[in-house]
């Protein structure tokens, strides 16, 4: 099993304030995903970084793949209510492979 | 279109009893397909995944069992549930293109008393 630790686990903060989210791991992933789930429903994609050193921007959100492949971060800029959730990471353990291995999320409550 | 369904949403089972929670896939064929368990408000545990009809790959040694009696449906199922089962359980597929990025299902909340 090839773990992704995620880091806060939990985090609370003001509307328009920023954050960081990191995913680390000892492990090289092929490609790393992003998801984010409200509570009840299933995790939706969020975004892929496939390079070392990739950084990939959505709209407020910035995610980097670390040059290793090991690691990702994910950057929100003036964070708005509707940024609350559970962020997961995924990892692909090599190319083609037929499972992904989940982080251990971070739950971001952005109070208005 | 393709969409991804799961049900029922929500089922509450007494220990001891079986289980069976169904998932299928429409506007696709063999599709990869997949089911997670999240403890709450955590990451999620692969616990199968199927590549084809009949194919079945489990991840993690436990009380439950899958089957793909069908191209497009998967499910989930246990003679005898332990409390240890209640859980949110997440159907997924690859989508389309199968590029390894999981499309998931609505989910399904199990509380076992």
């Known amino acids: 099993t090839q773990l992704l630790e995620q880091s806060p686990q939990f985090l609370s903060i003001q509307e328009g304030e920023n954050l960081t989210v990191y995913c680390n791991s000892s492990s090289v992933f092929s490609s790393l995903q992003w998801y984010r789930q409200e509570p009840g429903e299933g995790p939706v994609l969020l975004v892929t970084v496939v390079t070392g050193g990739e950084v990939k921007k959505l709209k407020r959100l910035t995610f980097q793949f670390g040059d290793a492949r090991k690691d990702s971060s994910l950057h929100i800029t003036a964070a708005q209510p509707g940024d609350t959730g559970l962020y997961l990471c995924a990892g692909a353990p090599q190319t083609g492979a037929n499972n992904l291995f989940f982080g251990t999320g971070t739950r971001l409550t952005v109070i208005p | 279109s393709q969409t991804i369904h799961q049900w029922p949403a929500t089922l509450v089972q007494p220990v001891g009893s079986p289980l069976s929670l169904e998932c299928t896939v429409e506007g696709t064929s063999n599709p990869n397909l997949y089911w997670y368990r999240q403890a709450a408000g955590r990451g999620l545990q692969l616990l199968f995944y199927?590549?084809?009809?009949?194919?079945i790959s489990s991840e993690v040694p436990q009380n439950l069992s899958a089957s793909r009696p069908q191209d497009r449906q998967f499910i989930l199922s246990s003679k005898k549930l332990l409390l240890s089962d209640s859980g949110f359980y997440l159907c997924?597929?690859?989508?389309?293109?199968?590029?390894?990025?999981?499309?998931f299902g609505e989910g399904s909340r199990l509380t076992v008393l």
């Open positions: 997924a597929w690859t989508g389309i293109l199968n590029t390894g990025e999981l499309f």
């Open positions: 199927s590549v084809g009809i009949g194919q």
